[in-house]
C-alpha cells in the first residue's frame, strides 16, 4: 500500500459498484492507495458485505452514523484522512471506476509541478464517451471542451477523481457539508483554485458509471429526482454569487434559459419543476454556509 495517498470513497446503498470500485482501486500500478471508505449509513448491507476487507486491513472503513450527503461525506472523509497524516488526498464517488494508470498519471505529474492546489483526472462514460456531468471548468468557469494536452489549467472539478494534498486541505478548509448534495465539489474546487494552480491531468482515466450521461438536467430527468435539483439551484448561486459580475450574470441569464427548457422539453410536471428552480435559487441568494477546517488553528480567512 502507498501510505501517502488515501483515495476515499463516500458511499450510500451502492455496495455492488462500491466493491467495482474498491477493485479498481486495488488494481492501482505500480502503488495502490490506502482506501478510506466513507459509508453514510447504508441499509442495504454495505458494511457486513465489506466486513472480510475491514478485517484483513485491505481497506479502513468510517460509517457516519446517518445520511450526511455526498458533501458531509466527503468532509468527513477529507477529515479524516488528513488526521491520519496521509499526504495526497484521492477522492471519488463509489460509482468512480479508475483505469490502473490514473492514479501514477496523476502522482506523476504531482511530482512534476511540486506545488498545486488539485489534479483532476479526465472521466469517461460506460460507452467511452466524456461524462458529461465531470466536465471541468477553465479559469473563467467554463466548461473545458478540448482535452488534447496533456496537462490543461483548470479552475473547478467535481470529485471523480481528485488529488488534494493535505496541506491544501489544511489551508483552504474542508468541503462545505451543508450543501448535502451537488456543487459541493465545484464551490470546493474553485475555493483552491483562487489561492493555487490546478491542472486536468488527461491522461489519468476514470470511468463513472453513472445512470445516464445528460450532466444533471432536472428539464429531462424522471419525476422522483426532481426535488434533488433543489440542492443543485441553491448551492451554485452561493458559488457564483462569489464570482463578481461574471457569476452574476451567469446566473440572471441560467434562470429563464432552464425555466424555457422546462416548458419546451419537460414531459411532465412542468410547474413543480419550474418551482424547484426558482425556490433553490431565491434559497442560494441568502445561503450563508460556514466553511469548517481540520483543526482550528488552521484557520487563516482562506475560505470565505
Same mark, same amino acid.
Given at each position: ?12 446503498? $451502492?455496495?455492488? =459498484?462500491? %466493491? ?15 482506501? =478510506? ?7 442495504? +448491507?454495505?458494511?457486513?458485505?465489506? %466486513?472480510?476487507?475491514?478485517? /484483513? ?72 464517451? %466524456? ?30 477523481? =481528485? =488529488?488534494?494534498? /493535505?496541506?491544501?486541505? @489544511? $489551508? ?31 491522461? /489519468? ?9 445528460? +450532466? ?13 435539483? @433543489? ?10 454569487? $462569489? ?29 413543480? @419543476?419550474? +418551482? ?25 480567512? +482562506?475560505?470565505?
Amino acid at each position: 500500500m502507498n501510505n501517502g495517498v488515501a483515495a476515499i470513497v463516500v458511499t450510500y446503498n $451502492r455496495r455492488a =459498484l462500491l %466493491a467495482e470500485c474498491i477493485e479498481c482501486l486495488q488494481r492501482q500500478r505500480p502503488d495502490p492507495p490506502d482506501i =478510506l471508505v466513507i459509508d453514510n449509513a447504508s441499509t442495504d +448491507g454495505t458494511g457486513e458485505a465489506l %466486513a472480510p476487507l475491514i478485517d /484483513s486491513g485491505a481497506i479502513r472503513y468510517e460509517n457516519t452514523g446517518r445520511n450526511l450527503g455526498g458533501a458531509g461525506g466527503f468532509q468527513f472523509g477529507m477529515r479524516r484522512a488528513v488526521e491520519l497524516g496521509y499526504d495526497y488526498l484521492w477522492v471519488m464517488d463509489d460509482d468512480s471506476m479508475p483505469e490502473p494508470s490514473a492514479l501514477s498519471a496523476l502522482m506523476d505529474a504531482a511530482r512534476a509541478l511540486g506545488e498545486f492546489g488539485f489534479l483532476s483526472g479526465r472521466a469517461l462514460w460506460t460507452d467511452g464517451r %466524456a461524462c458529461l456531468m465531470n466536465r471541468q471548468r477553465d479559469l473563467k468557469m467554463n466548461n473545458i471542451a478540448d482535452y488534447a494536452p496533456r496537462r490543461i489549467p483548470c479552475g473547478a472539478a467535481t470529485f471523480v477523481s =481528485l =488529488l488534494v494534498p /493535505s496541506g491544501v486541505v @489544511r $489551508r483552504v478548509g474542508l468541503p462545505i457539508g451543508a450543501f448535502f448534495i451537488w456543487a459541493d465539489d465545484l464551490e470546493y474546487t474553485r475555493r483552491i483554485s483562487r489561492r493555487y494552480p490546478c491542472y486536468v491531468i488527461t491522461d /489519468s482515466v476514470t470511468v463513472h458509471k453513472c445512470p445516464t450521461n445528460n +450532466g444533471g438536467n432536472i428539464s429531462t430527468d424522471e419525476v422522483s429526482r426532481i426535488e434533488r435539483y @433543489r440542492y443543485a439551484y441553491r448551492n451554485e448561486v452561493y458559488v457564483y454569487r $462569489r464570482e463578481g459580475l461574471r457569476g452574476f450574470m451567469r446566473l440572471v441569464l441560467r434562470t429563464p434559459l432552464h425555466i424555457l427548457r422546462v416548458l419546451t422539453r419537460a414531459p411532465s410536471h412542468r410547474l413543480r @419543476r419550474i +418551482g424547484v428552480i426558482v425556490g433553490g435559487t431565491l434559497q442560494g441568494l441568502s445561503f450563508r454556509p460556514e466553511i469548517e477546517y481540520v483543526d482550528d488553528a488552521d484557520k487563516h480567512g +482562506g475560505g470565505q
